[in-house]
């Protein structure tokens, strides 16, 4: 499904554990490593996918994390023209991809993480990496995405640390 200039829907997952860290994820039978992402079906909201492909990539139920927050806007990325689709006639050309970023916060444990969870894994292996780690090393045309989503979400992971840090300091309530 592409909309009218040629970008496929897709989401992109942050997914970060109490340090901060982010989940990086290497790609079946490659050297290339990235965040989630997929696809939006048809009729489903970028939360549901959200939620759908972080099940079917990395095993892990919307009772394991929690949504920290999501990209305002879309995020385009263009697909170097060897790996661009020519489209039917009367179809846009595939150019790329239009996505929403979540940000999310690992409630559960680092044993959670399934990569084999659906018929088709797309990680053979993950790490956490530091936050800013993968503006360096994910695929050059992506580059530009990461760094908007990385950076408009950080504030994110800013305030829930301060919230955190509020709620341990919270003296008791007198009874």
Known sequence: MLDKEGYRPNVGIILANH?????WGKRVNQHAWQFPQGG?????????????ELEEEVGLQGCHVRVLG????WLRYEVPERWARRAREGAADYRGQKQIWYLLRLVGRDCDVRLRASGKPEFDAWRWNDYWVPLDA???????????????????????????LRAAVRP????
């Open 40 to 52: 939006i079906k048809h009729g489903e909201t970028p939360q549901q996918a959200m939620y759908r």
């Open 70 to 73: 999501r990209t305002r806007e």
């Open 138 to 164: 994910v695929i050059e045309f992506k580059r530009d995405v990461y760094r908007q989503a990385l950076l408009e979400l950080h504030r994110f992971l800013q305030d829930d640390g301060r919230a955190h």
């Open 172 to 175: 008791a309530a007198n009874n």
């Open 19 to 23: 340090r901060n860290e982010v989940f």
